[in-house]
């Protein structure tokens, strides 16, 4: 469960776009780093006692090794306001009011409310957070004009403020804007579901191109069904239902030291060949040598669902070196496990070859 405690602020770190990273004495255990979000529990300032949530940084987790700001109980924000009755991480003690793209309230209502289609917009479909720069490489490499808007789903992080990569992405240039759905707040627009955060996308902030993937802090159990990148499959669904093409990318690795994630992992082969019941395109990189064929050899039962499309990764190394925001997967850089960022480019090329 919950591992509290109470702390007191000793310096601001860095912000990005709805974050603050501080550092914060515990009594009796020292320092620590900590995250708070300013629209949930005000700007925390040195000297300020705090509470905090320390379960994950207990635990030692690589993407939330944080100690979590839950109240600056001296200094409460004020009360909110403006519109909105769309209430997100619903009934827990953070759950907050926000105005949602597709509620009666909104401007663009009447229009989602009439809006049942993405007019063959390409929607390409990640496992992991970390695969967003990496498919903007590759569709930047061969589309660099193309209007990108990424849909965050709930299976990892629920704010989206957590991510530096979102937000250096947007400072780059290199992404429009982020739509955040289900459970998960804290986007340019907030959606109910994937299918209305992709009209919202398209009809709403005018995108070429979607990028959905979820939040950083993948889930996984080791089991067949266990992890949240199941999700995948239910976002090719969604394009596909919508009428946009879904483009699927896979997960690889020759550096993964777990056997279920080398080569075609086993979460895009369940999300893929189990779990999206609609046709997609999936993109298979050209990789060279034995780990290639391996590659081929594992998708190809994809194919009996799905288009599976060749290739090419020539020059897409140079385009993710170009990438404004650190590459990395599970701990990996780009020289650690240069196939994977390249399988995921590979989707943002072909991406662009649908444009």
């Known amino acids: 469960m919950i591992r509290w405690r109470e702390g007191e602020i000793t310096r601001i770190r860095r912000e990005w776009p709805g974050a603050v990273e501080c ?5 009796g255990e020292g320092g620590c780093r900590a995250l708070a979000y300013p629209a949930l529990v005000g700007r925390p300032e040195p000297g300020d006692r705090v509470l905090l949530n320390t379960t994950a940084l207990a635990m030692g987790l690589g993407t939330g090794g944080y100690a979590m700001v839950v109240a600056l109980p001296d200094r409460l924000p004020p009360d909110p306001q403006g519109p909105g009755h769309l209430v997100k991480a619903r009934y827990t003690p953070v759950q907050a009011t926000l105005q949602g793209v597709d509620e009666q309230d909104t401007p663009h209502h009447a229009e989602l409310a009439e809006a049942d289609d993405i007019a063959g917009m390409p929607v390409v479909v990640a496992d992991l957070h970390s695969a967003l720069p990496a498919v903007l490489a590759g569709l930047r490499a061969s589309a660099p004009g193309a209007r990108a808007v990424y849909l965050m789903t709930d299976g990892g992080a629920l704010p989206g403020w957590f991510s530096r990569t979102v937000a250096e992405l947007r400072d780059a ?14 986007g340019d627009l907030e959606a ?6 992709l009209l919202a996308a398209r009809h709403v902030l005018g995108a070429d191109i979607a990028v959905v993937a979820q939040g950083p802090g993948n889930l996984g159990t080791g089991t067949r069904w266990g992890f949240s990148g199941v999700a995948a499959g239910e976002a090719v669904n969604a394009a596909a239902v919508l009428g946009g093409r879904p483009v699927a990318s896979l997960r690889v690795s020759d550096a993964d ?11 895009s082969l369940t999300a893929y060949g ?20 391996r590659v081929r050899a594992e998708a190809a039962p994809l194919g009996a669902r799905h288009t599976l499309v060749p290739v090419d990764v020539s020059g897409l190394e140079a385009a993710l070196r170009e990438a404004p925001v650190r590459l990395s997967t599970m701990g990996r850089g780009l020289d650690e496990d240069l196939a994977c960022f390249l399988a995921v480019a590979a989707a943002g090329r072909h991406a662009a070859s649908l444009l």
């Open 23 to 27: 550092e914060a004495e515990i009594p």
């Open 173 to 186: 240039g290199w992404l429009a804007a982020m739509v955040t759905t289900g459970q998960a707040f804290g």
């Open 192 to 197: 109910v579901t994937v299918h209305t955060g």
């Open 257 to 267: 030291p777990r056997e279920r994630h080398r080569g075609v992992s086993h979460h």
């Open 274 to 293: 189990r779990v999206a019941l609609a046709p997609a395109d999936v993109p298979v990189p050209e990789l060279p040598g034995e780990f290639g064929e």
